[in-house]
């Protein structure tokens, strides 16, 4: 005997309910999930689209002046990106030979404020494919920079990497030192001008690529060539000469 099917009574009311309870089961499973990256703070790189940024220099933008010691970086002429390397975890790297030479100078702190034990060492880190071969000292803006000892201003130099530069001959002619980053010179400085042990070159700002908001020196030496270029020559370590 052939009889119609037919759908029990009230059975669209059971479909919905059935639905309903389907989706909020669903959504409770993605608030626990979402719950649980929270908690294990993997929801942060999901959410904002990985770290927080590091700006062409290397700091993290999250830092604000006035900070303690970390890195960015500066480059005489190629400036990369990467974060602070705290001295302690970074095996000492191989300087030059002229490096003892340097440190027995015992050289003035190129920033008002710092100590020794405030510095990091930075040569090796890796930016953008290439060594930093420099010490960042960060400081307040306007924080004054002074020569480490006595010598010549061989160049006044602004780049895009860099900013506000200045290039100081040693004594001998065989060193130069390397500030940049300056906010601004010290008045009346000029090149070719003799200048003196602690003498006031200029001040701690961002130019360059610096990021805005972390003022901070970049500190460069390099032992210069025969030709006494005041752009070239070989890197030395400014970590352990200022320590």
Not at 173 to 185: P, S, T
Request: with cysteine; net charge positive; glycine share 12%.
């Amino acid at each position: 005997m052939n009889r119609r099917f037919r759908l029990p009574p009230g059975w669209r009311r059971d479909v919905r309910t059935f639905v309903a309870g389907g989706a909020c089961g669903f959504l409770a499973g993605g608030v626990f999930v979402l719950l649980a990256l929270a908690q294990s703070n993997l929801l942060v790189p999901l959410w904002s689209g990985g770290a927080r940024a590091i700006d062409g220099d290397g700091v993290s933008a999250a830092v604000v002046e006035p900070a303690t010691p970390a890195t960015a970086s500066g480059g005489r002429a190629a400036v990369g990106t990467a974060g602070a390397t705290d001295s302690r975890s970074t095996p000492p790297n191989d300087s030059p030979p002229s490096a003892p030479e340097l440190r027995d100078r015992r050289l003035q702190m190129p920033v008002d404020g710092i100590k020794a034990s405030d510095l990091r060492r930075q040569f090796s880190d890796q930016r953008g494919g290439h060594k930093h071969e420099a010490i960042d000292i960060l400081a307040p803006r306007n924080t004054p920079v002074r020569a480490v000892e006595d010598g010549t201003i061989a160049r006044l130099f602004f780049s895009k990497a860099g900013g506000i530069t200045v290039y100081q001959f040693d004594p001998s002619g065989r060193f130069c030192y390397y500030y940049a980053h300056l906010e601004r010179y010290a008045d009346g400085l000029r090149e070719g001008q003799s200048v003196g042990r602690g003498q006031v070159l200029g001040y701690v700002g961002t130019s360059g690529n610096a990021p805005k908001d972390t003022p901070h020196l970049h500190f460069a030496v390099f032992r210069l060539t025969e030709d006494k270029r005041w752009w070239e020559g070989t890197p030395i370590d400014p970590y352990d000469i200022l320590r």
